[in-house]
């Protein structure tokens, strides 16, 4: 089982990434990358067509993630 701060792999870029928070059923998780990451843009923005796609790049991008998937990355 995930816990705060607890060491896990970025999905994108496979840099330890830490662990901020872990869902109440235990099932998911938040992840923060210290590396930079564009923002994903999964084709036609969900705000309206007004919405300029970005391709942003982010510091401590905060994914989410399957707890099972991230903690057989965990580096403790
Ligand atoms: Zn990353």
Avoid: Y
């Avoid at 099932?27 to 564009?38: D, N, V, Y």
């Avoid at 067509?49 to 903690?71: C, D, G, H, I």
């Amino acid at each position: 089982m995930l816990r705060i701060d607890d060491r896990v792999r970025c999905p994108q870029c496979n840099e330890r990434s830490r662990v901020i928070w872990v869902s109440q059923d235990g099932k998911r998780a938040a992840i923060q990358c210290p590396r930079h990451h564009s923002q994903m843009n999964r084709g036609p923005s969900r705000f309206g067509s007004s919405a300029r796609p970005q391709t942003k790049s982010e510091k401590n991008l905060v994914f989410l993630v399957e707890t099972e998937e991230a903690a057989s990355t965990v580096k403790r």
